[in-house]
């Protein structure tokens, strides 16, 4: 059965375990909310837990709602370099940050406005470097109950985040901080390299939300 995901920005272990493991649907016609995985994902650095977070052009007036694949990226300032730099200190001891290095940084560079269609490039990046394909399916309209697909939508949710089972690997910083579970799929692939495929492959999804 296929699942339906929201396309996050460099995606949580998480919801990258979702993708590697089922044929993924997009969904295109939600609203977009704050405080979600959509323009934002956690990484580790030498301080602990980190946040990057997209900026996005906020809409006026009253409603104040947009659509999730209307949402603009606030590029008044140079955010991409800021990020890019970021993940530099944080993961240039890492085993594989060289490895990786040049696909990635591509992505920061460059006019990209649609969020939407940014969350899918940074997908689509990781899922070349580690050797597997992305459908780019999307949802025709929005239903609230969608039938014949696994509705795992909840997992853009950074607020009330699922609490996860997860098998330990070693992070940059982890003597410091302890393991950090459930960052970005970038801390993943940073430090475990050409074992990310196998181990979103056996990550323990459950996919109820109400668990």
């Excluded at 997209?54 to 694949?69: F, L, M, S, T």
């Excluded at 399916?137 to 853009?156: C, G, M, S, W």
């Amino acid at each position: 059965m296929k699942i339906l995901l929201h396309p996050s920005y460099f995606p949580s272990i998480a919801t990258f375990a979702a993708i590697a493991q089922y044929e993924v649907v997009w969904e295109a016609h939600d609203n977009f909310q704050k405080q979600t995985y959509r323009n934002r994902c956690y990484i580790s650095t030498d301080k602990g837990k980190h946040m990057l977070n997209i900026p996005i052009k906020h809409v006026g007036g009253k409603e104040g709602r947009q659509k999730y694949a209307d949402v603009v990226m606030e590029n008044s300032y140079n955010w991409k370099k800021e990020h890019w730099r970021t993940l530099e200190t944080a993961y240039r001891t890492s085993p594989f940050f060289e490895f990786y290095e040049d696909d990635l940084k591509t992505l920061f560079t460059g006019p990209d406005e649609s969020l939407f269609r940014f969350n899918q490039k940074t997908i689509s990046c990781i899922a070349d470097c580690i050797g597997i394909k992305v459908p780019n399916e999307t949802t025709d309209r929005y239903q609230t109950a969608p039938k014949n697909l696994i509705d795992a939508r909840f997992l853009v949710n950074a607020k009330k985040e699922q609490v996860w089972e997860m098998e330990t690997y070693t992070q940059v910083f982890e003597e410091r901080h302890n393991f950090i579970p459930n960052l970005s799929v970038l801390d993943l692939l940073f430090n475990e390299g050409t074992n990310t495929l196998s181990y979103l492959k056996s990550f323990p999804l459950d996919l109820n939300p109400h668990a």
